[in-house]
């Protein structure tokens, strides 16, 4: 089946470090793939698209990698502060139809601890 | 307005009951979407509009479930009938068309079934 995998589990890290969050998929190809941000109470954010051509995409503290022979996209976040506080989420495009159709994974919580 | 709007924010209905959330989309966007999302889950794709055509309804949990796009702006999720395996946040998003459009999602609605 397809399968879309974040840690469900909450990542804590101290504010300073470097936050790596892992995004692992299953059966698919996609042409791209696409990280998420969710506060408690707010619909997810966009942050970042990479595309299955592209290595590594930076912006500001943030970079994500994406291997497509590992099915595997990493996120990290350098100098961590208690504000990058939230869940995030990996999104592939996983539609055959022409259009986009965007599904998510379950999300990691990221807690940064002053 | 400058973001996706949806209403009411919070929503309490007795079984049986059938309500109706709105999604206004950001002004142009060609591309609607609805999702659901159980508390500690990711978002799960409900259907897809493009402009006034529903093109995929594939994630619409029953034949309870019916959502509309008449004149390709204003959305409306209809579920009749509620249950309480119903509650969940239900979120709208709108994208400009393109593969890889960036998705803007609303704040949701959390519906609760009593």
């Known amino acids: 089946s397809q399968k879309i995998e974040q840690n469900s589990e909450a990542l804590n890290i101290q504010e300073g470090k470097t936050a790596t969050l892992t995004c692992n998929y299953t059966n698919y190809s996609p042409a791209y793939l696409q990280w998420y941000r969710q506060d408690p109470g707010r619909g997810p954010v966009f942050l970042l698209l990479i595309r299955e051509n592209e290595k590594e995409k930076r912006k500001e503290r943030l970079k994500v990698t994406f291997d497509t022979t590992l099915k595997q996209s990493l996120f990290h976040i350098t100098a961590s502060q208690p504000a990058d506080s939230a869940t995030y989420l990996c999104a592939l495009d996983t539609g055959s139809g022409g259009y986009q159709k965007v599904t998510f994974g379950i999300g990691t919580k990221l807690q940064v601890i002053p | 307005g400058a973001g996706v709007s949806q209403s009411p924010r919070y929503k309490v209905a007795k079984r049986g009951q059938d309500v109706a959330l709105r999604c206004d989309p950001i002004s142009g966007h060609v591309s609607l979407f609805w999702y659901q999302q159980a508390l500690g889950q990711g978002p799960e794709f409900l259907t897809y509009f493009q402009n006034e055509a529903q093109l995929d309804k594939s994630g619409l949990p029953s034949d309870r479930f019916f959502a509309e796009r008449p004149e390709g702006s204003v959305s409306t999720l209809k579920i009749q009938r509620t249950q309480q395996e119903d509650s969940a946040v239900y979120l709208c998003?709108?994208?400009?068309?393109?593969?890889?459009?960036?998705?803007?999602f609303g704040q949701g609605t959390r519906l609760t079934v009593v």
């Open positions: 998003a709108s994208s400009q068309e393109g593969a890889g459009s960036q998705a803007f």
